[in-house]
Nanobody
Framework: VQLVESGGGSVQAGGSLRLSCAAS????????MGWLRQAPGKEREGVAA???????AYADSVRGRFTISRDNAKNTLYLQMNSLKPEDTAMYYC??????????????????????WGQGTQVTVSS
């Protein structure tokens, strides 16, 4: 399983970025997929998740600004981030659970629910 993120960068507050996560060895449409982030000195936290049935979940801090989606044909996960704030600055990771592992709905934004991780892509938002 390989997850490769891209699309990070530096933007000013109020700007937008779209992150991508290309998966190989793992069919994202069949599984829960998540975006998580970690800021310096802080614990890793869940940002958004999408289940195989297409239902989504968002952290309160990003709801209404971020949108998670996937392109099944490209086996690629996305995170559209709008109205970015300096507090969104972090390393963003794409992640997935082990094949066959069931993750209960309340746990989809919990980092321990995920077993496969990408290398991360840095997002920096300046004020």
């Amino acid at each position: 399983v390989q997850l490769v993120e891209s699309g990070g960068g530096s933007v000013q507050a109020g700007g937008s970025l779209r992150l991508s996560c290309a998966a190989s060895g793992y069919t994202i449409s069949n599984h829960l997929m998540g975006w998580l982030r970690q800021a310096p000195g802080k614990e890793r936290e869940g940002v958004a998740a999408i289940r195989s049935d297409g239902s989504t979940a968002y952290a309160d801090s990003v709801r209404g600004r971020f949108t998670i989606s996937r392109d099944n044909a490209k086996n690629t996960l996305y995170l559209q981030m709008n109205s970015l704030k300096p507090e969104d600055t972090a390393m963003y990771y794409c992640a997935a659970p082990l094949h066959g592992r069931w993750v209960y709905r309340p746990q989809v934004l919990v980092p321990s629910a995920y077993d496969y991780w990408g290398q991360g892509t840095q997002v920096t938002v300046s004020s």
